[in-house]
């Protein structure tokens, strides 16, 4: 399997006309005129892959901004598909990604998995917990390897983010990637075997 690291910035320390829509539907608020969605588990309304699922529904999967409300969240796909997403967590907004036992050996490493072009994570906390490898999988807290697809379109930022696990034992640290472009800006990493796993990072 080839590995190739170039120039890879991390700053870290460790159309249809479009009606305006504003409204809740399954779990997530959507603003189809300003392309914001939000989840707020305050509201009941707290599902990321919901929000996620009703802008692919929508037809239009680029440019959107998905603003998580304080609260506890589960892990969540981004599709290969999508463009110009920021997923942006205000203060004490934690997604939990404690799932390595659904990962498989193609697209899902068990946590956040961040297909597409310009995918932006901001302000979030990732929470791995005390997750036990298993032989015979790739995971991580973060992902966006997907092996049906490839990856060298891919890119990926992560800027304020707090990734953590207790003596994590996901098998590939906090990041496993593939990707053309990939920056980590002001980020805080601990508790993993690892803090980055690179397949085939090429520039």
Request: glycine share 10%.
């Amino acid at each position: 399997m080839k590995k190739k690291m170039n120039k890879v910035l991390v700053v870290c320390t460790a159309a249809a006309a479009m009606t305006a829509f504003s409204g809740t539907a399954f779990g997530a608020t959507l603003d189809l005129e300003s392309k914001t969605a939000v989840a707020d588990a305050k509201d009941g309304a707290g599902d990321i892959q919901e929000a996620i699922n009703q802008i692919s529904g929508n037809g239009n999967k680029d440019g959107w901004t998905i603003k998580i409300k304080s609260g506890t969240y589960d892990r969540f796909t981004i599709p290969a598909d999508f463009k110009n997403i920021t997923v942006e967590g205000e203060k004490n907004s934690v997604i939990q990604v404690m799932n390595a036992s659904v990962a498989d050996n193609l697209s899902d490493a068990g946590g956040i998995n961040a297909f597409g072009s310009n995918i932006t994570l901001k302000g979030l906390t990732i929470d791995a917990g005390n997750v036990p490898a298993e032989e015979g999988k790739f995971t991580a807290a973060v992902s966006n390897h997907n092996g049906a697809v490839g990856g060298t379109g891919f890119s990926l930022h992560v800027e304020n983010c707090t990734i953590k696990g207790t003596d994590s034992q996901f098998a590939d640290g906090s990041f496993y990637l593939t990707v053309r472009d990939l920056m980590l800006k002001n980020c805080k990493i601990s508790g993993f075997k690892q803090a980055l796993n690179s397949l085939e990072i090429i520039l």
